[in-house]
């Protein structure tokens, strides 16, 4: 912008000068020196402030695109649109940030979830494994004892464990499938 400005600031002092050596009339030259340096100090703290503002947002637009979505553009030197638009890059920012919680939220929640349900399903499965095992050391010792009614009685209440513990874990694995 400095380079562009600073070429348009030597193309019209070499017009000025081509006219004022065209006219011969020195006045012309100092009139128009003088709206030239009045117009330039007007007008190029005007354009560098917008530039200045522009790069402000600029800036703000390739941190949020490089994922910084706590990065907040300081409004107060920005004006009319510039500000409308810092305010809208400054709200993109929180609603980048609250979907980026709610999805690690969710993604906790998924967490306990599979924790718990994995839990509850283990309980029941470890209840299954044990009393089918005592049921199998049950069995084992009445084959060597022949008649042992003690030991059928505790097959019975083995079984009856073993059965409601496997109905419970058909029930939640039929929970956790719908």
Known sequence: ???????????ETLAVIFISVLYRDATIFLLATFLLFVE??????????????KKQLFKAGEKLAQGDVDYKINLTALIGDYKK????????????????????KSERMKTELITNVSHDLKTPLTSVINYSDLINRE????????????HI???S???????RQSYKLKHLLEDLVE
């Open 1 to 11: 912008t400095m380079i562009v400005m600073a070429l348009i600031s030597v193309t």
């Open 139 to 150: 069995i084992e010792s009445i084959e060597s004892n022949q008649t042992d009614y003690e």
């Open 40 to 53: 330039k100090c007007f007008i190029y703290p005007i354009v560098l402030y917008i530039v200045l503002m």
């Open 153 to 155: 009685e505790k097959i």
């Open 157 to 163: 209440e083995y079984s009856e464990v073993l059965n």
């Open 85 to 104: 638009h810092g305010e809208n890059l400054n709200n993109l920012s929180k609603a980048v940030n609250n979907a980026v919680e709610e999805r690690m």
